[in-house]
C-alpha cells in the first residue's frame, strides 16, 4: 500500500523533510517513488506540487496524519 509521508533530512537538531510518495512497508528513509515537495519545520517553509499529490490522491495514496495536517494548510486538501 503506497502512503503520502515525510522523509528526514538534514543535520542534528535541524530537520528538514521531503514529501514523498513510498510502499509503507519501506522504512522512513528509503528509497521513493516519487518526491512531490519539501517542507522545513525551522522556518516554516514549505512547497508542494499540487497536481501531483492529487493525482496521487486520486489513485488511492492515503496521507499521514502529519502529512494530512500540512497540505490542509497548504488548502490543497479540504
Known amino acids: ?27 522512513r528513509n528509503g528509497r521513493p517513488v516519487e518526491e512531490v515537495g519539501y517542507y522545513n519545520p525551522m522556518t516554516k517553509d514549505y512547497k508542494f506540487d499540487a497536481d501531483k499529490i492529487k493525482k496521487w490522491l486520486g489513485y488511492g495514496v492515503k496521507p499521514t496524519e502529519t502529512v494530512l495536517a500540512l497540505l490542509k494548510k497548504a488548502e490543497i486538501v479540504s
Do not use: A, C, I
Open 1 to 27: 500500500m503506497l502512503k503520502l509521508r515525510l522523509k528526514r533530512l538534514g543535520k542534528k537538531r535541524s530537520p528538514f523533510y521531503r514529501l514523498v510518495v513510498m510502499e509503507n512497508t519501506t522504512r
